[in-house]
């Protein structure tokens, strides 16, 4: 059996971290976690006591392909950025350009400690066969727009080949917001989840415009949209950014099945706002932790986000203790994980997925982390360019800066390309 031995351990579950090896079974799932040599098999990584594992990071939100628009329609507000640039810049894309962003960020995003991420765009067979290939875990789901019946047979044809794939791979159904699907629609999307028994990933009161056009065109305030479309007793609803959701609302998503995805980078970047994310965490309401797509943030780094929703807060708020390190670190692990769909992933413990990333801490900026203080550490002086390894379901993917199921230098040489023919002879840099 593979063991990742004398390493300090860290998962949401613990106060303290401890020493000690991890051993993974032949199930891909944690069998073990002993003290320091007393695991068994065959190692896979040696810490030496200077390395730290945690739960693979998860990007709850973000839409991998984008990647490829990086840099498009830079400083703009949200609704011109996407309908002058975006948009146009979306309608060149090709099946083969979808892959080969999605490949892109696997590099980035495996590299960087993240091991599952919820993604909607189109093409997503394309974005699926990436994530089969790369080893990773994920939630994925065909964007909808308007009263669609074919991008909704898209989605479920998606369901139909990937769902429950390994048990790595989830599907869910992706109407792409309230005010891009119509009410009668977003209905009609949330019966077919939950005939279905899938789950919903939904952008919700992104910005303050949203809310606005809720109140004028439906006359209806969020926690009754979300009630009266059923969007509540789908299996598992994800409501990516919710950064206007009226506080005296948000104990309605207070439920098992939904989860709150902040992207803090994201929406200070578009100008957007600050989600009531101590709000939230009063309330009893799940929160993950997402990048948005690249083209808005522009990282695909969930290190990046921890940072900076501990921070944010804390600067809003004028409290220090405002979302504290323990918090964001359950937020980018577990949280996302079960916002995904994987009940079983997101904590370093017996029966749970080996979904494992292995940190460097022999560096200037980990003197003086201990067993007590490691969510501290990992937040405010921890960096994505610390990950040695990152492994899914017992699967090593990267190691010590290699690559183990990617072509590198074939994955950037082609992204570099469709880069180019996609804004070539094309005004999408201002």
């Keep these: 059996m593979p063991v990742i031995k004398n390493v300090l351990i860290w998962d949401s579950s613990r106060r303290d971290a401890q020493y000690g090896d991890i051993v993974i079974g032949e199930s891909g799932l944690i069998s073990a976690v002993t003290p320091p040599g007393a695991g068994r098999g065959d190692v896979v990584y040696n810490g030496g006591g200077r390395c730290l594992a945690l739960p693979g990071l998860v990007n709850a939100h973000t839409h991998v392909s984008m990647t490829l628009l990086r840099g498009i329609g830079e400083e703009l507000p949200l609704m011109e950025w996407l309908h002058k640039k975006i948009f146009p810049a979306e309608e060149k894309l090709t099946a083969c350009n979808i892959r080969s962003g999605a490949d892109l960020a696997m590099l980035e995003m495996i590299s960087g400690g993240v091991t599952c991420f919820c993604d909607m765009y189109y093409f997503m067979d394309e974005v699926a066969a990436s994530l089969v290939e790369s080893g990773m875990r994920g939630a ?130 578009l100008g957007s706002g600050f989600a009531p994310v101590r709000g939230f965490l009063s309330a009893g309401v799940r929160v993950a932790l997402g990048t948005d797509g690249a083209a808005s943030n522009n990282r695909l780094d969930i290190w990046d986000e921890m940072r900076t929703a501990a921070l944010m807060h804390k600067g809003y708020h004028m409290d220090p203790t405002a979302t504290g390190a323990k918090d964001v670190l359950r937020m980018a692990t577990v949280g996302g994980a079960r916002g995904a769909g994987f009940k079983n992933t997101g904590l370093l413990q017996p029966d749970f997925t080996a979904d494992i990333i292995i940190v460097d801490t022999d560096n200037p900026r980990y003197v003086g982390l201990d067993e007590t203080n490691v969510p501290e550490f990992a937040v405010y002086a921890g960096s994505s360019r610390d990950v040695r390894a990152s492994m899914v379901a017992g699967r090593m993917l990267y190691k010590d800066g290699e690559f183990l199921t990617l072509d590198r230098e074939k994955i950037l040489r082609r992204a570099g390309e469709d880069r180019r023919s996609i804004t070539k002879n094309s005004n999408f840099s201002g």
């Design 140 to 269: 994925l789901c065909r964007g909808l727009t308007g009263d669609d019946d074919q991008k909704i047979s898209e989605n479920l044809a998606l369901a139909e080949k990937y769902d429950g794939f390994e048990g790595r791979v989830a599907v869910q159904l992706g109407p792409h917001a309230p005010y891009t699907v119509p009410r009668d629609a977003v209905r009609k999307i949330a019966d077919i989840a939950r005939e279905k028994n899938l789950g919903v990933h939904f952008h919700w009161l992104e910005t303050k415009s949203e809310l606005d056009t809720m109140r004028d065109r439906y006359k209806t305030e969020p926690a009754e949209y979300l009630e009266s479309t059923g969007l509540l007793e789908v299996r598992e609803l994800i409501l990516a950014h919710s950064v206007w959701f009226p506080e005296e609302q948000i104990s309605c998503a207070a439920r098992d099945n939904v989860t709150v995805v902040h992207n803090p980078k994201s929406n200070l970047k």
